[in-house]
């Protein structure tokens, strides 16, 4: 929207007001009136005013006492005056007006011409300061964001390659006084390698400029600096950001990038290790073990007769071992394999798997331990590896809880927002809480096998399986108390 040109005409006469509107007149302008002195002071404070035209002799306040009071007021001192009177022919009364602020007069009666090209110039003076004014302010203002700017911003000749102008960021960042950034080429600051590069964009002008550089600071340090640039006028407008920290950083990433990747490598040399020993342990440790509990029957069933009480019971110690050692190496293989098992998940039902859990624990390890359900709610996992995690828990709440005059095994859930939650308890034997962070790892008991049979590799089995789902695995329990053992299965389908 274009800005109207506003004239303030004060005069105690509306005729003579209405006689300059008629004559001023024109589109890009507005008038206001006044027809005495305080009227035209409330005016003049309370609009943006471009021209005044101001009558000498009017009644109460004359025209000098109102230009004199304009021109000492901070909001009115720069609208410019013209008197209007008929006492031009006094030198003396035409000095005292300019000595008030006027800028020029007009002689009535008004001669047209004269007073439509002296109020055009000076309103055209006054738009001229205004845009001024404003485009002051305005460079003012950028100069504060140059400044103020943690990037270095100036325009570079490329022809000399010196900075004609650099904002304050260039001190901040390098050290270096603006009169030191101006009195030499600005790759003398920075890594010779970047010279020729340089040298090549400043002869073979681009429109844009981008590149990375290292530059040295007054002190010597090492710094990274990110050139942008664009061509204008034969001169780079140039912006140099700061990156040294970003760079450092990469550097980091970049070393434990490469770090992680030589892990790697040992990993997967270790897991063919593992399984190399998984081979040998399938292989090579069963043999022997079967040796072992063959010979052992054959004494048993051939030279039974022959043998006394205590050389049946010694024979007897070896079978039972050699069992022993046959179902530690079958759970430790179960437990090596299971790192290289994937996951398949379905939806499960959770109650009907347990269903059949309890009646293959039932029909293999005899007991008379109470079982109690709470609501066991659906969830989604892999149905062999989340039958293998009850059947584990479920056994061992069986078999702690067996020395108790009434075993008691309650298995549930819960929901939070994130995950299932499922238990087990039991009013079994339990266990010291100083001891819980042994539970899981892998041989690691807490009671006599004299107690209690097992090889130690159940609960471990339970937790590399939820893990591997994505899940947690923690007890609780008090000596001679009982346990309780959770694990819980985050919602969705997340996968280890």
Do not use: C
Request: aromatic share 8%; glycine share 6%.
């Amino acid at each position: 929207m274009i800005r109207k040109e506003t004239i303030l005409i004060i005069d105690d006469k509306p005729a003579n007001i209405y006689a300059l509107e008629s004559l001023l007149e024109k589109e890009d302008r507005s008038f206001l009136q006044a027809t005495s002195g305080k009227d035209g002071l409330k005016m003049a404070l309370n609009n943006d005013v471009d021209l005044i035209i101001l009558d000498v002799q009017m009644p109460d306040m004359d025209g000098f006492e109102v230009a004199q009071i304009l021109k000492s007021n901070k909001r009115t001192k720069d609208i410019p005056i013209i008197f209007a009177t008929a006492e031009m022919s006094d030198r003396q009364f035409m000095m005292k007006g300019f000595e008030e602020g006027a800028v020029d007069y007009l002689a009535k009666p008004l001669d047209p011409e004269v007073t439509k090209a002296k109020v055009s110039v000076l309103l055209k003076i006054q738009t001229q300061k205004r845009e001024l004014i404003e485009k002051n302010a305005s460079l003012e203002k950028a100069a504060l964001l140059i400044n103020n700017s943690p990037d270095i911003i100036g325009i570079i000749d490329p022809n000399t390659l010196f900075f004609e102008e650099v904002n304050q960021a260039f001190s901040k960042t390098l050290g270096y006084s603006l009169e030191e950034a101006k009195s030499t080429p600005f790759t003398t600051f920075l890594d010779p390698t970047v010279k020729p590069l340089i040298h090549d964009l400043s002869q073979n002008p681009q429109r844009s400029l981008l590149f990375e550089t290292r530059a040295y600071t007054k002190g010597n340090e090492e710094k990274w600096l990110q050139w942008n640039g664009i061509i204008k006028d034969d001169k780079w407008f140039i912006n140099a950001r700061d990156i040294t920290q970003h760079k450092t950083v990469a550097g980091q990433i970049k070393q434990l990038n490469d770090e992680l990747q030589r892990n790697l490598v040992q990993l997967e040399v270790t897991n063919k290790e593992l399984e190399s020993f998984s081979y040998s342990v399938s292989h090579d440790l069963r043999a022997p073990v079967r040796s072992l509990n063959g010979y052992s029957k054959i004494l048993q069933e051939d030279y039974n007769d022959k043998l006394d009480d205590e050389g049946r019971r010694l024979l007897q110690i070896i079978q039972n071992n050699a069992d022993k050692m046959g179902q530690l190496i079958d759970d430790l293989l179960s437990f090596s394999k299971l790192g290289k098992k994937e996951i398949v998940k379905t939806e499960i039902n959770t109650e009907k798997m347990i269903d059949s859990i309890l009646t293959d624990i039932t029909n293999t390890i005899p007991h008379n331990a109470s079982i109690v359900r709470t609501q066991l709610v659906n969830t989604r996992a892999d149905h062999a590896l989340l039958t293998q995690v009850w059947i584990n828990l479920l056994s061992n709440a069986i078999k702690y809880s067996s020395k108790k005059a009434s075993p008691r095994v309650e298995l549930g859930s819960y929901q939070t927002d994130d995950e299932t939650i499922f238990y087990v308890r039991d009013n079994g034997a339990g266990f010291s809480m100083d001891y819980a962070h042994k539970l899981f790892g892998v041989f690691q008991r807490l009671h006599k096998a004299s107690d209690f049979e097992g090889t130690g590799v159940g609960l471990a089995i339970v937790q590399r399986i939820i893990v591997k789902h994505g899940g947690r695995v923690w007890a609780e329990g008090k000596e001679g108390e009982g346990a309780t053992f959770y694990f819980a299965l985050p919602h969705g389908t997340y996968v280890h």
